[in-house]
């Protein structure tokens, strides 16, 4: 072999193992989860002085719905591309199948070929083409006509076949929401990783698209991972949630399971809006606890004073199916659901009862 053609190979091998799938020289742990998280921390600092994920553990299932659920700036974003392999960690892991996922120093093109992130700005997206271009275009050439029928199926199943000539410059965000999610899936890969996916699309048809990805989880075994930072959008169709802070985990488990019995503050007020009390402050509603209580506003009952009561009705706000009702004392606040209109009126004494609460 001339010394050209040894140097072409040496070339070729080593961009070959750049774009491998597999870390060279891992190797593979037995009996962990489908995806393992372990101790994995990550800062957009050189001095790591912020965390943007923080020693993050977690497991996640195959062919489940994960949510990962927190306030803007918790980190969750941040967590997902690093599951995908996109940023490099500070310390940790992230396993697939027992394998390290690779990440840009490992591969020319970051993200693992087993996963598909769709991102909410759409940057994939080709403006000026129309939507069939758009998901065809990650299809090889190799058979036009197998191209032609997983194009014509995926947009089918996603219901947007009849935008198939429109271009993305002439649908809504919803629309293109859902381009950007047939070609991430048109692929048949095993993990698709969502950001903020319902967050441009209306909310008449935000539940038809939740039930689409439903059920394409049930009929492919897909498993997915999706950000959101509203628990309402998600409360429904996950099957795992993951609740963040300030770059780091703070519960996870199944959505009832998190909102029934939630293990700290954060998760009651991120999923129920629940009134957080002190131990103090408890004794107003005759609760009394040592630690930090919770309760679920539609754990609150509020009902006219039969005589002068310790609190004040002093809002009344219309949520649609339901009203808020505000009630104060001079110590406390409360927050209560109501069903049904209520014929008190705002400055009217009331009387408080809980029909339920935690001690955390």
């Known amino acids: ?32 989860p489908y995806i393992h998280v372990e101790n994995l921390s990550f800062s957009f600092s050189e001095r790591a002085e912020y965390l943007a994920v923080s020693q993050a553990n977690l497991s996640i299932q195959e062919g489940k719905i994960t949510a990962i659920i927190g306030e ?26 027992g394998w390290l996922v690779p990440t840009r120093k490992d591969k020319l093109i970051p993200g693992h070929q087993d996963m598909k992130l769709v991102s909410q700005g759409f940057d994939d997206l080709n403006t000026f083409a129309n939507v069939w271009d758009n998901v065809a275009s990650q299809l090889p050439n190799t058979n036009i006509e197998a191209k032609q029928n997983k194009t014509s199926a995926i947009l ?5 076949d009849h935008l198939a000539k429109k271009r993305i410059a002439d649908i809504s965000g919803g629309e293109k929401q859902r381009v950007a999610i047939c070609r991430a899936l048109v692929n048949d890969p095993q ?58 985990i703070l519960d996870q488990g199944h959505p009832r399971e998190l909102y029934d019995r939630p293990t700290n503050p954060y998760t009651a007020l991120l999923l129920a809006k629940s009134n957080i009390l002190s131990s103090e402050a408890g004794k107003a509603v005759h609760i009394h606890s040592d630690s930090t209580i919770i309760i ?3 754990w609150v009952s509020i009902l006219p004073a039969d ?18 009702l505000v009630v ?11 069903t049904t209109p209520t014929s008190m009126q705002i400055g009217e004494d009331v009387s408080v009862k809980i029909e339920k609460y935690i001690s955390l």
């Open 72 to 97: 803007s700036g918790s980190g969750k974003s941040t967590l997902l591309r690093l599951i995908y392999g996109l940023l490099e960690p500070l310390s940790g892991e992230v396993r697939y199948k």
């Open 307 to 324: 005589t002068e009561g310790d609190f004040k009705l002093i809002d009344i706000r219309f949520r649609g199916f339901y009203y808020e």
């Open 296 to 298: 679920h506003q539609e």
């Open 156 to 160: 089918k199943r996603l219901r947007i």
């Open 191 to 248: 993990v698709l990783l969502m950001d903020e996916p319902f967050n441009q699309v209306d909310a008449s048809f935000r539940d038809t698209l939740q039930q689409d990805i439903k059920q394409i989880v049930m009929d492919t075994g897909l498993t997915i991972i999706l950000v959101s930072h509203d628990p309402t959008e998600v409360l429904a169709l996950a099957d795992d949630l993951i609740v963040m802070k300030d770059g780091q």
């Open 1 to 32: 072999m001339s010394r050209i053609n040894t140097f072409g190979f040496f070339i070729l091998q080593n961009m070959l193992q750049s774009s491998c799938q597999y870390v060279p020289f891992d190797k593979e742990v037995q009996g962990l």
């Open 328 to 338: 104060a004392s001079p110590d406390l606040q409360l927050h209560a659901i109501s």
